[in-house]
C-alpha cells in the first residue's frame, strides 16, 4: 500500500471514531435530559406515598446565666456574701434587752407590786437586786372575826369597842384604818370615827408594822356615845 492509500484509511478511521464520540455524547445528553424531566414526578409520587411528618417542637437554647449579662463590678457584689455577726454579738445583744426589760420593771415596781400576778416576780427582782418592795394593801381580804360594842358600866355614854380580825391575804400588809360608824334604828350613822394602827395598837404599833398573812388581831377602844339613840354599829377596813 502506498503513502496516499494509508492516508485515506487513517482519515476516515478518524472520522468513524468522531462520528461515534457525537452519538455518544448525544445519547448522554438525552439521557440527563430524561432524568430532569422525570425527577420533579418522582419526587412529587414520593411526597404522595410519604406520610407527612408533624412539626416538632421548637428548640429553645438554655438560658444565658444571668451574672454573664452583668458588668463585672456587679457580679463581684453578687459574690461577695455578708459574714455572719459573731456569737457574742448576739449574746451581748440579748444581755442588753434583758437589762432594759429589768430596768422598765424595777422602775415600775409600785404598781406591778400592787397586782397579784406580778408580785411575785417583782419580789424575786428586789430580792436579788436588794430594792424594796411596795407594801401590799388589800383591805377586802380583811375579814372581821368577832365584834362588839357595850355601855362601860359608871361612865356617861362612854361604849367599850372589841373587833377580832384576820389577814386573808396572801401576803403581808399593813395594819388597817378601822372605820367604825353608829347607827339609830331607822339605818341613819349618828357618828363614824376612823382609828389609825397607832391608836387602836399603842406601843406596839412602833414594831408591829405588818399583818402577816393569815395572822389575827384582837383590838379594844373606849369611845363616847354620839347620841342616845344608837342601837347598831358597823366595822369597815381602809
Known sequence: ????????????????????AAHAD?????????????APAA??????????????????????????ELPSFTRQAAAARPSQA???????????????????????????????????MITLLCNATGCSVPAWRQPTAIAMLSRDVSPIPGSDGGLDVQATFRNDARWA???????????DADGRV??????????????????????APGQSAQVALRLREPSAGVVAFSFDFR
Open 26 to 38: 448525544a445519547d448522554v445528553a438525552e439521557t440527563a435530559n430524561g432524568a430532569s424531566m422525570l
Open 190 to 211: 349618828l357618828g363614824s370615827r376612823a382609828f389609825t394602827p397607832a391608836e387602836y395598837l399603842g406601843p406596839a404599833a412602833a414594831t408591829q408594822t405588818e399583818l
Open 1 to 20: 500500500m502506498d503513502a496516499d492509500s494509508s492516508a485515506d484509511v487513517g482519515a476516515d478511521a478518524a472520522e468513524i471514531v468522531a462520528d461515534d
Open 43 to 68: 419526587v412529587e409520587a414520593d411526597m404522595q406515598d410519604e406520610p407527612v411528618a408533624e412539626a416538632s417542637l421548637p428548640i429553645v437554647p438554655p438560658p444565658a446565666r444571668i451574672d454573664a
Open 173 to 183: 400588809q399593813p395594819w388597817p384604818v378601822l372605820l367604825l360608824s353608829l347607827s
Open 86 to 120: 459573731p456569737k457574742w454579738q448576739w449574746a451581748l445583744l440579748v444581755f442588753l434587752l434583758l437589762l432594759l426589760g429589768l430596768q422598765v420593771l424595777l422602775a415600775d415596781r409600785e404598781r406591778l407590786a400592787a397586782d397579784a400576778a406580778w408580785r411575785p
